[in-house]
């Protein structure tokens, strides 16, 4: 074929500008978080995250009635939109079009010049679900007992996700503590009766956020995040607990049995293979120094008045490890990402609270603008946070207070560290320590809303901490059950689990009994447990039962009389009737005379045992053996 010679110069120039596109020639959206949104939101704005390559210079359209583009924003890194969604209030559930167009520029070499001869232009949709909000999450309060569980190592219901070859860390070896051990959320469900039977309400679970971490070295051993604190994309579960699906199933599930599921939050810091982390949008999502500066993890330079700059710089800007990178929410793109992801938590899994961990180490600003996020969406929703502190006021500065101080707290709930060390004290040097710090609670707005434990992830076993003395573990059990705040127990103290930190927390992060196939016994029923077993698990559960069913443990007054003669007695009353609880912290039996609580025990002439049934007859002295508790249900 011969062409005449204007056209063949023609498609020679046409095929100078393909030959000479220096840009990507496609256009493609490989990421948008959140990964749907929802219809209905009190708050109407939603930004998108949107990544790609080098898509920076797209325009975003959008039809579809009561949605809007308002803007795109960019950011140092082209491979990043961001997009501003306005979502009125008559907006219907459905998927919406985001309809993104790039032109890509024809570029031609003119004598030693690469020059733009003209523009290609790209459009694609992406289709993007807004979904009808469902959750209506019930609050936890003074009437829940909660319950923590590592889900590594809790129970494995699924053998089959254990371990996959696409991810950082492949393995999975019980017998090396410090690889994942294959529990997942099937485990927890296949154990939800266990629950209900212990007479627990809630549980809390360590993060279940995909955490894909390569293995780290941490004092000479190769560790994994089986503790899943180190998230990498927030918006799946880690397949090795079963991923987004088995989440769902677990909270209906739950929720069909009356049970409640507490998430634990981490907005402090992030997996260092994070997939925001590996490609940055700018460098100022993460708090960056000149060289790594780790967190001194000291709490007091963010509550004392007189404190360095500097000093609290490092607290809250410092990493909390050199793989854990330090968001910086003071931009305030980092703060929608993580605002937006507690509220579409709360809206697709239908959780009904947040435990915090870090809290401290957080902006706090941020942390407050969080908090009422979320409390607009759900006024009820119970959040507590980890301030793992020394004293009362640092505790009650960072919840709501009833401190004069510059920067209040939003925060509903404590995580009660002090009642915890009190609790130890008590236990180990018979000094009724509790009396004291409960009076202390003048600083809090709330204090029944604070968390109150024995034990967690992070701490020696219970047990352990009292010197295996079954006595002290009855007592121990028996304040946490009976005094103001919502009991939490960590898994397997029911059942005497032990083991001090020592060398490292995996000592205290053991798998449950009985969780995982080929254990010799199982200790989730009463056969597969050891005499003493039972009998911690029975009182235990004999103590929790009698809990959900008297108004008076769960959210009636609390009085306490001045400890005498080694005796800490107080009452927990109400209309519908009261309770009376007496701890011997000592080495006799003591008989004591009831008449200086007339205050409470007026009209009371009998009493119920609430541990034994046995009937009191009589009450004008009551003998309490040593070390022991009592509980009666005075009529
Ligand atoms: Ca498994
Ligand atoms: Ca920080």
């Known amino acids: 074929m011969h062409l005449p010679l204007p056209l063949r110069l023609a498609l020679t120039f046409f095929l100078l500008c393909v030959t000479y596109f220096t840009e990507a020639q496609g256009l493609k959206i490989d990421r948008i978080n959140p990964t749907n949104w929802f219809v209905g939101m009190k708050n109407q704005q939603v930004q998108l995250l949107m990544h790609g390559p080098n898509i920076k210079g ?54 030693n010049a690469t020059v733009i001869s003209g ?18 999450p019930q609050t936890v309060s003074s009437r829940d007992l909660v319950y923590l569980l590592l889900p590594d190592r809790f129970a494995n219901g699924d053998p089959t996700n254990d371990q996959f070859s696409d991810l950082a860390d492949t393995q999975s070896d019980r017998n090396n503590p410090f690889l994942r051990h294959g529990g997942d959320l099937q485990g927890i469900i296949r154990n939800l009766d266990y629950f209900k039977d212990l007479g627990v309400t809630t549980l809390w679970l360590n993060p279940v956020i995909e955490n894909d971490q390569a293995l780290t070295d941490e004092g000479g051993t190769r560790r994994s995040a089986y503790h899943g604190y180190a998230f990498t994309d927030h918006y799946n579960v880690d397949k090795r607990l079963g991923g987004n699906e088995a989440y769902l199933k677990l909270i209906k599930t739950a929720h069909e049995k009356g049970l409640k599921i507490m998430q634990d939050a981490v907005y402090n810091h992030v997996g260092n293979r994070h997939w925001i982390v590996r490609d940055l949008p700018s460098k100022d999502w993460l708090n960056q120094w000149p060289e790594y500066q780790n967190t001194s993890y000291k709490d007091q330079p963010v509550v004392d008045p007189y404190a360095s700059k500097q000093d609290r710089k490092i607290s809250q800007d410092g990493w909390f490890t050199s793989f854990l990178p330090d968001w910086n929410h003071k931009n305030p793109f980092v703060a929608n990402f993580l605002i937006q992801h507690a509220l579409w938590t709360v809206e697709y899994f239908g959780i009904d609270a947040w435990r915090v961990d870090t809290y401290f180490y957080n902006h706090l600003e941020f ?9 607009e969406e759900h006024p009820n929703l119970y959040i507590c946070g980890e301030n793992w502190v020394n ?60 968390l109150i434990f ?127 609880v007496l701890l011997n912290s000592s080495k006799e039996t003591k008989s004591i005379s009831t008449d200086r609580f007339s205050e409470v025990m007026n009209g009371v002439s009998t009493a119920r045992n609430v541990l034994t049934g046995a009937t009191l007859s009589s009450l004008k002295q009551i003998q309490v053996l040593p070390w022991s508790s009592l509980v009666l249900e005075l009529h």
């Open 119 to 136: 523009g290609r232009e790209v459009t694609i949709t992406v289709p993007y679900e807004l979904k009808a909000r469902t959750a209506k």
């Open 391 to 450: 004293n009362v006021p640092n505790q009650a500065y960072f919840v709501k207070n009833n401190l004069s101080v510059p920067w209040k707290s939003n925060l509903p709930g404590a995580i009660d560290f002090q009642l915890y060390f009190a609790t130890n004290e008590s236990l180990n040097q018979s000094n009724n320590r509790w009396y004291d710090l409960l009076g202390q609670d003048i600083l809090y707005a709330d204090a029944s809303r604070n």
């Open 454 to 580: 024995l034990d967690n992830h992070d701490l020696d076993r219970y047990f352990s901490v009292i010197g295996e003395d079954f006595n002290k573990y009855k007592m121990g059990i028996t304040f946490l059950l009976t005094t103001r705040g919502i009991p939490q127990l960590y898994y397997g103290t029911e059942i005497l689990m032990k083991n001090f930190k020592n060398p490292t927390d995996a000592e205290v992060r053991k798998d449950f009994p009985g969780g995982f196939p080929g254990d010799p016994s199982s200790k989730f029923t009463a056969n597969g447990r050891t005499p003493a077993e039972n009998e911690a698990f029975n009182f235990v559960r004999t103590l929790a039962r009698y809990r959900q069913q008297s108004t008076a443990l769960q959210t009636g007054k609390l009085t306490h009389f001045l400890p005498q003669d080694g005796i800490y007695a107080y009452f927990r009353h109400d209309s519908q009737g009261k309770v009376m």
């Open 58 to 111: 797209t325009k975003v359209k959008v039809t579809y009635p009561g949605v809007f583009v308002e803007r795109v924003q960019t950011v140092e890194n082209p491979n990043y939109i961001i997009v501003d969604l306005t979502i009125a209030s008559a907006a219907q559930a459905g998927t919406i079009q985001l309809q993104c167009t790039k032109i890509f520029p024809i570029t031609e070499k003119r004598q």
């Open 367 to 375: 942390m407050n603008t969080l908090n009422q996020r979320l409390l």
